[in-house]
């Protein structure tokens, strides 16, 4: 990378006061280039080395004009993905230079959706008035540019430059990035609310105050080859005065000593975001390494780099890997130029970081260095307002199919549901039909069984259609699929909540099961019999305290467990 140090603080600011904002794109010309284009290609380069006078360091790439043309340049970026997200803003690097004096660039942005024939000119920003002799800065003086609302809500919004350039001076572009809103909104673990000190792996896995939000039950475990120093929450190493999940370690490398911290979410989400602190290379000590890999269930989630925001001090490699640059040989523990901010665009539900330290300049036994991960945040899951009063969509695993059941609270002109699946959460198929009931103005119970899933991860969402042939979506359920027993790694039932309020839920993976609930003391409050769907507990007229669920089916038995609040 080469951008200035103020540039990169300013762009890294948005991660920690924005928390409402996510990243949907960025570009920094580095990877793979796929979705980027220009109207001539000679008008252009994204070579590193093109010449002396193009302010970039050793390794990065920027795509910059030749100096030869007054002639009109044109850069365009396609595939970003702005559906279910309002207020989309962007913001970009850019420097001009060469002969001819003071003279500046002529810059345009213009935007268009899907088809890309139609452009509409942002206005409201002065394009030229940010641009530096031959040192990178933020275009609108850091600010991002908002653009109109008619850029959201699309599968492929496509940015363009129009540049002119004086003759003998380029014009060059780097580090583009593409934020949106969720429209259902986000939620966030917020490091600040534990105190400093407290351990994760202790407290997220006890059952006197688990780390819960929106539902969302957090479980962080750890485990470690390295000699480790330090690690919990504090806020005097990275970010001072900003509490985050600090690591330190002596004796990685990057063969047998590393310490992996594993994030278990009890529900799929999507968006997830965080930012990781300090990776970089110390001059005395390592250059960072650290693996990042998501899953769905089992399935792995593998890291975008449209998705994953460096800086000069470290860069995105293959294979889920983020590091220390190469060339970076400070420190930058008390600033942001060391942090990688990371997105998942898929549904997610474990978190796997493995850090170890690569090229040691002296001795392993004395290098110490150290991470922090910052605040963790995803998409509230969106249910979109349906003509009738969905009250829940839910699935489960049962036996070799996926048993689907939703109800509604209010029905008006509801002709009909139609249950769609994807293998993919982004291309939906319809799969069968479930007739509605017209109106009614109490609660009705709906169901419907994929007696055929696809082994791994199936989607599956409703879309309601009424008797004028409007129609609106539902929510997405995610269902992994791999027999019977494993579906539930190996146990026979699950359930969940296992923090509860007003209700939990007894997931079955055998069929004809005999389910018992007893309190603290072995009083049975509860019982099921020949069970072979998913079973609602009723909890809100229990005292709190702790219960436990038994679970039978004649061979196999099994107890489990969950608090009522």
Do not use: C
């Amino acid at each position: 990378m080469k951008q200035l140090y103020t540039f990169i603080s300013a762009l890294f600011l948005f991660a920690f006061s924005a928390q409402a904002q996510v990243t949907l794109h960025h570009e920094n010309f580095d990877g793979s280039l796929s979705g980027v284009g220009v109207n001539n290609s000679t008008y252009w380069s994204v070579n590193p080395a093109v010449a002396s006078n193009y302010p970039q360091a050793s390794g990065g790439r920027a795509i910059v004009t030749n100096t030869s043309s007054r002639s009109l340049k044109q850069l365009y970026i396609s595939g970003i993905n702005t559906q279910d997200y309002k207020s989309i803003s962007v913001m970009w690097a850019n420097v001009k230079g060469g002969n001819g004096g003071n003279a500046k660039p002529t810059v345009k942005l213009y935007y268009s959706i899907n088809s890309g024939q139609t452009y509409n000119e942002v206005s409201g920003w002065l394009g030229n008035t940010t641009i530096n002799n031959d040192s990178w800065n933020l275009v609108n003086g850091g600010n991002f540019i908002s653009l109109p609302a008619a850029a959201e809500g699309s599968g492929n919004l496509i940015l363009r430059w129009d540049i002119t350039t004086p003759t003998n001076k380029y014009y060059g572009i780097d580090d583009i990035t593409v934020i949106g809103t969720p429209v259902s909104g986000i939620s966030t673990f917020d490091w600040n609310n534990r105190p400093v000190g407290e351990n994760p792996f202790a407290v997220s896995s006890g059952k006197d105050n688990p780390y819960i939000v929106n539902g969302i039950a957090l479980k962080w475990t750890g485990v470690s080859s390295a000699n480790v120093t330090k690690y919990g929450v504090h806020n005097d190493e990275y970010q001072s005065g900003t509490n985050s999940f600090t690591l330190q370690q002596q004796n990685a490398n990057n063969s047998n000593r590393y310490t992996t911290i594993t994030l278990e979410l009890s529900e799929p989400v999507i968006d997830l975001s965080f930012t990781l602190f300090d990776i970089d290379r110390s001059q005395n000590q390592f250059r960072d390494k650290i693996e990042v890999q998501a899953y769905i269930y089992e399935t792995a989630v593998n890291l975008d780099e449209k998705r994953v925001v460096v800086t000069t001090k470290n860069e995105f490699r293959a294979n889920n890997i983020v590091s220390g640059q190469a060339s970076a040989t400070d420190a930058v523990a008390s600033s942001a130029d060391g942090n990688v901010k990371i997105s998942y665009k898929e549904y997610v539900n474990k978190l796997v970081i493995r850090y170890y330290n690569e090229e040691p300049t002296i001795s392993i036994s004395n290098g110490l260095q150290g991470v922090a991960i910052h605040n963790i945040s995803w998409r509230n899951e969106y249910i979109a307002p349906l003509p009738v009063e969905l009250m829940y969509f839910k699935g489960a695993v049962q036996g070799k199919n996926a048993s689907l059941t939703w109800a509604t609270a209010q029905e008006i002109d509801n002709e009909k549901f139609v249950v769609e699946r994807s293998l993919d959460g982004k291309s939906f198929k319809e799969i069968g039909e479930v007739k509605g009931n017209g109106n009614s103005s109490s609660r009705i119970n709906y169901s419907f069984t994929d007696t055929n899933p696809a082994e791994g991860v199936n989607y599956y969402r409703l879309r309601q259609i009424d008797f004028s042939g409007t129609e609106e979506t539902s929510n997405v359920v995610a269902l992994q699929y791999k027999g019977a027993a494993q579906n539930l790694n190996g146990n026979i039932a699950k359930v969940y909540p296992t923090i509860a309020s007003s209700e939990v839920t007894v997931s079955l993976a055998v069929s004809n099961a005999q389910i018992t609930v007893l309190d603290a003391n072995g009083r049975q409050v509860a019982q099921y019999s020949n069970v072979s769907q998913d079973v609602v507990v009723p909890t809100a007229s229990l005292q709190p305290g702790m219960y436990f669920v038994k679970v039978s089916d004649g061979t196999q038995h099994q107890t489990q467990r969950f608090v009522k609040q």
